[in-house]
């Protein structure tokens, strides 16, 4: 008996499908430049909520909106704040969610009972073809399950196909890391989520200053969980060149440049030759789902330098990496 998958090629006809089966109210595995998405009709409250149930991820964490042009953004908020229609008009379409007021039209499911919501226009031609087919805002999560590694490869999906109509292949991600989320608060730009578009960046474009928050601080960012973005193997971060006394034939290696002693790993794999930190966050989460396919006793993953996108990176490695021996 043949396995077929829900993986469908990006032509006009799949997206016709899938965004008739998202205006129908169904869920659809959508492309965008960061991660894969799980996306449902943003202002129909009962599909989103079928997002929250086919991921397991609990109401507290909210989801971020999915726009394909300014029509949309009136849909989900009624102001925006000057400092973020500069950064909007500066970064979208990109990876760059901003948290604003929100509108009555958005069901309070989407913003988890907050009076804000997080909105993004994102830069994939196939995202915006199916978010304007659609015609509506798509809430769209990453399309893994809650905790878990994130889908940089229609393939890293298949764990929720059956809970979707299809799955729109566009190719591997080009940021492969999630979008920056940022919110005004007081004269300053909070940083949310550290991911491509960096502090500095948002700096040079308001000419504000610029803070990240205090990730325990619920309010902010609530979903911003310490333990996140995990494979099933344990991880244990380590640094360039290093060669921890646990290492055994068993574990396997997740390196940041060069070739290296690659003994006593089972298996050893490089993030990008030649240093490249954007290269490194694409390979990023498909070099861990391969290795933790080898099910390996640890996935050791040698620290990237903090910089740029390289601190996107650390944070994810981090969350991967929390509460685990080692
Ligand atoms: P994702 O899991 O990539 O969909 O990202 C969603 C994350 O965006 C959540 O875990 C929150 O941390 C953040 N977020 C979404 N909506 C809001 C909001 N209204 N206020 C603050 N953070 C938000
Ligand atoms: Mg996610």
Redesign the pocket.
Known sequence: MSYKTKIFPATESHIKDAAAALRAGKLVIIPTETVYGLAANAIDAEAASSIFSAKKRPFF????CHIADYDMLEILTDHLSPALKRLTKKFWPGPL?I?TIKSEKVPRII??G?Q???IRMPAHPVAISIIKEAGVPLA???ANLFGKLSPTRPEHTLDLQQSVHSIIDGGPCEIGV??T?I?ELDGKIVI??PGKITPKQIEETVHMPVITSNETEVP?????LPSHYAPASPVVLIDEGETPSEATSKSVLLAFRKDRDNSPFMAATVLSATGSLNQAASQLFDCLHKLDKLSPDTIYVERVPSKGIGIAIMNRLTKAAFNKVG
């Open positions: 964490d909210p989801l971020i969610t948290v913003t988890s907050l804000t919501v997080a769209a999560p990453s999630e979008s989320i919110r949310l989520r902010d960012a609530p979903g911003q």
